[in-house]
Structure formats: structure tokens, C-alpha cells
């Protein structure tokens, strides 16, 4: 299963679903992340990136609350304010 997050317009995380893997799935049976975020956009609007779960790229794997930062295209943990 493919795991997006949505981004408000502060590029922090507001939700993460999961997308069954055959809708990323183009022509050639490849996997593409565009196909996954059209489809996400399709059901809520928004602005999507994908996620790993196994964080095998873009660092963390985002939950509510991170945030995305594009310079180094991955989720970061926020700051916790004590």
C-alpha cells in the first residue's frame, strides 16, 4: 500500500491515506507518484506528496503535524515547544 500526506498551505502534514498500490500504476506497470497524488486530488482537493512508510525516501514518514520541506524534499519532525 502507498501512504499519502496532504499539505496545508504551510506545507504541514494534515492527514495521511493509504492508496492501493494498482492506482499508482501506469501503462507500463510501473509505479508513479503523479498518478497517486491525481488520484487523492480527485477524491479531496489539496496538495498531496507521497510518503514512506518504511521511509525509503523523503525522509520520515509523515504524520499529522510534520512538516514538508521542499529544499530537501523530505518530512521533517516538528520542533516540540516545551
Not at 491515506?17 to 491525481?38: F, P, R, Y
Not at 487523492?40 to 514512506?52: D, I
Request: hydrophobic share 40%; charged share 20%; proline share 1%.
Amino acid at each position: 500500500m502507498a501512504h499519502f500526506a496532504e499539505l496545508n498551505a504551510e506545507s504541514i502534514v494534515v492527514r495521511v491515506i493509504v492508496v492501493n498500490n494498482s492506482i499508482l500504476l501506469d501503462e507500463s506497470n510501473t509505479e508513479q507518484e503523479d498518478l497517486g497524488i491525481q488520484f487523492c486530488q480527485s477524491l479531496y482537493g489539496g496538495v498531496w506528496k507521497q510518503t514512506s512508510y518504511n521511509e525509503n525516501f523523503r525522509g520520515s514518514f509523515a504524520g499529522v503535524g510534520y512538516i514538508y520541506d521542499s529544499n530537501i524534499d523530505q518530512f521533517v519532525k516538528p520542533v516540540e515547544s516545551e
